[in-house]
């Protein structure tokens, strides 16, 4: 298990449901899963801040779909908003407006309203809420 936890950063919960998965008695997994965070194989505050990171980073997620990943995970809401508070304001509207600029080349064939609408679905898909691209979108 520290080899898993060591590959990359790991939550709790994936951690115990690994161990489940290897059909573990539950005091065990309780035994292994403290060891792991005595031992800083497991936190799950860096959990949250690599998780943001690497979610708004390589696959351009928004704050709404990051917040619901990190609720799969079974983070606690507090660590979630500081974690979160790991984003940039200016490095996320740069990404908004990227994406925009993308979807509004591969639409360009159509006409300005359904390419308006293809673009929201495409940013609520992303998760992104219509206040933070809303701006952006109009201008």
């Known amino acids: 298990m520290e080899q898993y936890c060591a590959y990359q950063e790991r939550s709790h919960y994936q951690v115990e449901q690994k161990l489940r998965d290897m059909r573990m008695i539950p005091d065990a997994v309780d ?4 060891h792991l965070m005595k031992e800083g194989f497991l936190n799950e505050e860096r959990f949250a801040k690599a998780y943001v990171s690497g979610k708004f980073r390589y696959k351009q997620w928004g704050k709404q779909k990051i917040i619901q990943g990190l609720k799969q995970h079974r983070i606690h809401p507090n660590l979630i908003q500081k974690a979160l508070q790991e984003i940039d304001n200016e490095a996320y509207n740069e990404t908004i407006q990227a994406l925009i600029a993308k979807k509004k ?11 308006k609408q293809k673009i929201i679905r495409y940013l609520y898909q ?5 206040d933070s691209f809303s701006d952006l979108l109009n201008e």
């Open 31 to 34: 035994m292994i899963v403290l």
């Open 105 to 115: 080349k591969d639409y360009a064939k159509e006409q300005p309203y359904k390419r």
């Open 126 to 130: 992303k998760g992104y809420s219509y």
